[in-house]
C-alpha cells in the first residue's frame, strides 16, 4: 500500500541526494505518493511581495501563466516594471523547480520537459466555479486543449503566503481502483471527433484514445456527488513555505483551501519512468485491454 504522503527534508532546491535516496524518492513519487518537502521554502524577494494580490491577474482569470520554453507570461494586468519582475520570479521558480526535479529525480533528468508555470493568487475556498473546473472536487488532472498521448505530468507546488495559513488538500483513492470505478462511464469518442477537435485547433495536436479517457474520467469524477462526499480520501495541509510534487494525472486530489500558490509543470514521457506500469497509460491499457496512446 502507497503512503498518500513521503517526507523529504532537503532545504535547497539542488541539495545533492545520493542515488539510492533520489530512486527511493522517484519510486514513491511514481507510485502515487506526494513528496512533501516541508523545509524547502520558495524565497520572494522584499519587492516581489506586492505581488501577493490578486490585483495582477487579467480579467476573469484565475492564474498567472508563465511558459519557461519562452519567457512568455500570460493572464496578468501587470505591464511595464511590473510585469518585467513577475517574469523574474516566475522564472525564477520555474529554474529552481526544475533543479528540485532533477536532483529528486535525477533519473528523469534528459527526457524531462517544461510545460507551464502557474501564479495562483485567489483563495481557493468558497471561488465560484463550473463543477467541471473546480478543483475542490476529488480529480486527476487531464487538459481539454493539450493532450498528450500518455506522457505523466509532473508538478511542483510551493506555498508562498507569508503569514502562516496552509494550503489544504485531499488526496482520494488509488488511481487503480478510481478507473475501475469510472471506466464504465466513460462514453467511446465520437467517430472523427479527435481528428475535427485538431483541425479546429481546439486541441494542439491529436486526442488520443487515452486523453479522451482522461478527460472522462476527470469529468465522471467531479460530477458524480456520491463520490465526492463518500470516497475514501486523506487530508493534507501544507503549511505556508513548504513545497510539494506529485504526478498530479495518478493521484486523485483537490485543493480545498489557501492562496498564494506557485505551480510548475513538467511533462515527462512513459518510457522515461523507472516502471512504467505505475503510469495511467499501462493501468488503463491494462484495464481496456488495447493500445491507447
Ligand atoms: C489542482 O491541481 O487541482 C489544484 C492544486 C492547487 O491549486 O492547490
Ligand atoms: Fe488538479
Not at 104 to 118: D, F, N, Q, T, W
Not at 164 to 174: F, K, Q, S, Y
Not at 236 to 261: C, K, N, Y
Request: aromatic share 8%.
Amino acid at each position: 500500500m502507497t503512503n498518500p504522503v513521503s517526507t523529504l527534508k532537503i532545504h535547497r532546491w539542488d541539495a545533492p541526494l545520493d542515488s539510492a535516496a533520489a530512486a527511493a524518492a522517484t519510486l514513491e513519487l511514481e507510485r502515487g505518493s506526494v513528496l512533501f518537502l516541508p523545509r524547502l521554502h520558495f524565497a520572494l524577494e522584499e519587492s516581489e511581495h506586492r505581488f501577493l494580490s490578486p490585483r495582477w491577474l487579467e480579467g476573469t482569470a484565475k492564474n498567472v501563466s508563465y511558459d519557461p520554453r519562452r519567457a512568455h507570461i500570460a493572464h496578468t494586468s501587470a505591464t511595464g516594471d511590473d510585469r518585467a519582475e513577475l517574469v523574474v520570479m516566475m522564472e525564477r521558480f520555474a529554474q529552481h523547480a526544475r533543479a528540485l526535479v532533477t536532483t529528486v529525480c535525477s533519473h528523469y533528468r534528459e527526457k524531462l520537459s517544461y510545460g507551464l508555470a502557474s501564479f495562483r493568487p485567489v483563495e481557493t475556498r468558497g471561488r465560484e466555479t463550473s463543477r467541471k473546473k473546480d478543483d475542490t472536487r476529488l480529480h486527476v488532472d487531464a487538459f481539454a486543449s493539450r493532450p498528450n498521448q500518455g506522457s505523466r505530468i509532473l508538478r511542483v507546488f510551493s506555498n508562498v503566503k507569508p503569514d502562516g495559513a496552509p494550503r489544504v488538500w485531499e488526496i482520494g483513492e488509488p488511481f487503480d481502483a478510481m478507473a475501475q470505478h469510472f471506466s464504465s462511464r466513460v462514453p467511446p469518442p465520437t467517430a472523427g471527433s479527435a481528428w475535427l477537435l485538431e483541425k479546429l485547433h481546439i486541441t494542439k495536436g491529436r486526442r488520443s484514445p487515452y486523453d479522451h479517457i482522461m478527460l472522462g474520467l476527470h469529468d465522471a469524477a467531479k460530477l458524480d456527488e456520491d463520490y465526492q462526499r463518500a470516497s475514501q480520501r486523506t487530508h493534507i495541509e501544507f503549511p505556508a513555505q513548504s513545497t510539494w510534487m506529485v504526478f498530479t494525472d495518478r493521484v486523485m486530489h483537490s485543493a480545498l483551501a489557501g492562496q498564494f500558490l506557485l505551480e510548475q509543470t513538467f511533462y515527462l514521457p512513459v518510457a522515461a519512468m523507472l516502471d512504467e506500469r505505475n503510469s495511467p497509460l499501462r493501468i488503463l491499457e491494462n484495464i481496456y485491454q488495447r493500445q491507447l496512446a
